[in-house]
T-cell receptor, first 114, second 109 residues
Framework: NAGVTQTPKFQVLKTGQSMTLQCAQD?????MYWYRQDPGMGLRLIYY???????DKGEVPNGYNVSRLNKREFSLRLESAAPSQTSVYFC?????????????FGPGTRLTVT | EDQVTQSPEALRLQEGESSSLNCSYT??????LFWYRQDPGKGPEFLFT???AGEEKEKERLKATLTKKESFLHITAPKPEDSATYLC??????????FGKGTSLLVTP
């Protein structure tokens, strides 16, 4: 199993450009998440998808959109990038049901907006 | 509002020098407290889940404990390969994890 994979690993955008960050998991997990990590801020939730066909806003959703394409894939789109969106973006997924809520993270996408 | 505070922000240890990292939290209805390890340029790696006060979990040189207000990650006889940032997170209601800012650990030979 590859676990959670993310593409691209690095990206540089100019202000106003758009892009989509891709995430896929092969663990048959229902829930998937997008976080951003900034120095001194910790990980903050952008959007999540509790199951295929549903998405919900997290703590910092402004400027982002998401698509849960199928059970495996959850993408994050920046329609008009801003320098404030310079960050490291992590996708995560969680096992279905049960009493364990731990999330498993991908390797991250490092985005710079100039 | 749920809060997670980790201390210290940074810790430098000599190899073999045991210590503890602290995670204090305020949350209504704790459903789980999680410890992750994050190496530079990598995603967080899951270590432990603790669900109730008094619970303990161990993995190699790491031991996590939980009380009603805080969790400790004890590192016994650390090695340089234990150097990383250790993240604490809590889950209350809903699906989101609320993360602390992390403790950066450096273990020198």
């Amino acid at each position: 199993n590859a676990g959670v994979t993310q593409t691209p690993k690095f990206q540089v955008l100019k202000t106003g450009q758009s892009m989509t960050l891709q995430c896929a998991q092969d663990m048959n997990h229902n829930s998937m998440y997008w976080y951003r990590q900034d120095p001194g801020m910790g990980l903050r939730l952008i959007y999540y998808s509790a199951s295929e066909g549903t998405t919900d806003k997290g703590e910092v959703p402004n400027g982002y959109n998401v698509s849960r394409l199928n059970k495996r894939e959850f993408s994050l789109r920046l329609e008009s990038a801003a320098p404030s969106q310079t960050s490291v973006y992590f996708c995560a997924s969680r096992i279905p049901g049960g009493s364990s809520y731990e999330q498993y993270f991908g390797p991250g996408t490092r985005l710079t907006v100039t | 509002e749920d809060q997670v505070t980790q201390s210290p922000e940074a810790l430098r240890l000599q190899e073999g020098e045991s210590s503890s990292l602290n995670c204090s939290y305020t949350v209504s209805g704790l459903r789980g407290l999680f410890w992750y390890r994050q190496d530079p340029g990598k995603g967080p790696e899951f270590l432990f889940t603790l669900y109730s006060a008094g619970e303990e979990k161990e993995k190699e040189r790491l031991k996590a404990t939980l009380t009603k207000k805080e969790s400790f990650l004890h590192i016994t006889a650390p090695k340089p390969e234990d150097s990383a940032t250790y993240l604490c997170a809590v889950q209350a209601t809903g699906y989101a994890l609320n993360f602390g800012k992390g403790t950066s650990l450096l273990v020198t030979p």
